[in-house]
């Protein structure tokens, strides 16, 4: 495909992420769970940790078509089109489960997003195997978590905790995807860097 095809269609992929609401081909997790009251501490807690997951997922969209636009084996370029896809579910169970919750989504997803496909981009040009492992490094983070989120949701907001558990399901398949494909490991360094960023993103969406 002509490069200024898939940066076309890339820039059409981020309007549809960034401004209509995100499909699902798969039930949403937790439907069959009654809502259950909460208090408006644990409500804004739920609130604000789906928001950080909802961002996680606007840069994983991002991190794959950059990381898909690079990448030199049509293969490559295959797994990262379908976890981007399955991702897009993710997105769609976030984005519900916030305006249940009467949430906001960040005002920095723009931000999110051009940032991380500016990062997959990059990474994509590294090389195929380099490529691989970025995405199975990221999905092991999101892994990680997401566990964290599990402990820090109210435990009777089992409709939330239902979506990430999915999620953390998920991603650890990702991962595993990966790295059968060619990924390699990471240099340490590379590791906490993405640790850093991921901090400061998770921090400031947690607010904004």
Known sequence: MPNLDKFIIGFDHALRTLLTPAQTLRPVPGTEL????????????????????????????????????????????????????????????????????????????????????????????????????FLAETERQVEVHLAGHLKRLPHHDEKSRAIVAQMQVDEAGHATAAMSHGGVELPMPVKLAMKLGSKVMTKTAYWV
């Not at 259950?36 to 789906?50: F, H, R």
């Not at 897009?88 to 496909?117: C, D, M, Q």
């Not at 990062?119 to 090389?127: K, P, S, T, V, Y």
């Open 34 to 133: 009654p809502e259950v009251g909460l208090s408006d501490s644990e409500k804004s807690e739920s609130t604000a940790l789906m928001r950080v997951n909802h961002v996680g997922e606007i840069c994983a969209q991002a991190l794959y078509q950059g990381q898909a636009l690079t990448a030199r084996n049509a293969e490559v370029q295959h797994t990262l089109k379908q976890s981007a896809r399955e991702e897009v579910e993710h997105l769609a169970w976030t984005e519900r489960r916030i305006a249940e919750l009467n949430g906001r989504k960040s005002l920095l997803n723009p931000l999110w997003y051009s940032g991380s496909f500016a990062i997959g981009a990059f990474a994509g040009m590294l090389g195929d195997k380099w490529n691989l492992g």
